[in-house]
């Protein structure tokens, strides 16, 4: 009885580390990082951005699974000037249907920058991925307008962006966007009024769980409808 017992406690202990790496894989749907295995035949999708798009790339999977196979760069994608310089390294030599990409809240606010952005920097910086992502890829591409600033003061750097500010970036964005026939996801329109509703608070840009989903599905409504233009 005893030599069973022992017999037993020995395959437990063999079997609990594999049960526990099971437990403590991450769940795609939760972990914007966790891209998932490709489901075969379906479109691959990249979302390239800040830290927003980091908010809402999990619940975009969970609205395309079935739909597409939706991956992201293992990293805070910043501000444009810092995308031009890793672009190539983010869309490596995998195959892309669709490119979901956003730089903007860092170029207005300034986080970490050496050279604080303008809007011509910043349309420079768009230009430059945009014309890298057509050299390195023949994925459809989709911008996502900056989303929002936050009504207060931003918590790390203690100042307001103001509407006009905001405008500048924008409309430099959606210029650039024009000109390279790339299509333009207007996520700043899909927040509009609601900032105070959807943010976390008046000095966070962040977004709470309702602003994220209502982010996620305005991105995978946009990359939906470039799968169906694709077919």
Same mark, same amino acid.
């Given at each position: 009885m005893r030599t069973w017992l022992l017999a037993l406690l020995l395959c437990s202990l063999c079997v609990s580390p594999v049960l526990a790496?099971? +437990?403590?894989? *991450?769940?795609? #749907?939760?972990?914007? #990082?966790?891209? *998932?295995?490709d489901q075969e035949g379906l479109p691959r999708v990249l979302i390239v951005g800040d830290s927003i798009s980091i908010g809402y790339t999990p619940r975009v999977r969970k609205l395309l699974d079935g739909k597409?196979?939706?991956?992201? *760069?293992? =990293?805070?994608?910043?501000?444009? /000037?810092?995308?031009?310089?890793? @672009?190539?390294?983010?869309?490596?030599?995998? +195959?892309?249907?669709?490119v979901h990409f956003n730089f903007g809240l860092w170029d207005w606010y300034g986080w970490s920058q050496p050279v604080k952005a303008t809007p011509e920097s910043y349309a420079k910086s768009l230009? &430059?991925?945009? =014309?890298?992502? +057509?050299?390195?890829? !023949?994925?459809?591409?989709?911008?996502?307008?900056? &989303?929002? *600033?936050? @009504? $207060?003061?931003? +918590?790390?750097?203690?100042?307001?962006?103001?509407? !006009?500010r905001a405008k500048e970036f924008n !409309?430099?964005? @959606? /210029?650039?966007?024009?000109?390279? $026939?790339?299509?333009?996801n207007n996520l700043y329109e899909v927040i509009g009024d609601d900032r105070a509703k959807y943010q976390k608070g008046e000095d966070d840009v962040h977004y709470n769980d309702a602003g994220r989903d209502r982010l996620a599905q305005a991105v995978a409504k946009q990359i939906l409808a470039a799968v169906k233009a694709e077919q």
């Open positions: 790496q099971e +437990k403590a894989k *991450p769940d795609p #749907f939760y972990d914007a #990082f966790a891209n *998932p295995s597409a196979n939706v991956h992201r *760069p293992n =990293t805070n994608c910043r501000w444009s /000037a810092f995308g031009a310089e890793h @672009i190539d390294e983010w869309i490596g030599d995998s +195959k892309w249907d669709i230009d &430059t991925i945009v =014309t890298k992502l +057509k050299a390195k890829t !023949d994925a459809a591409l989709i911008f996502g307008v900056t &989303t929002p *600033p936050c @009504i $207060g003061p931003e +918590k790390k750097v203690k100042f307001v962006v103001s509407e !006009d !409309d430099a964005a @959606i /210029a650039v966007m024009n000109k390279h $026939g790339v299509t333009i």
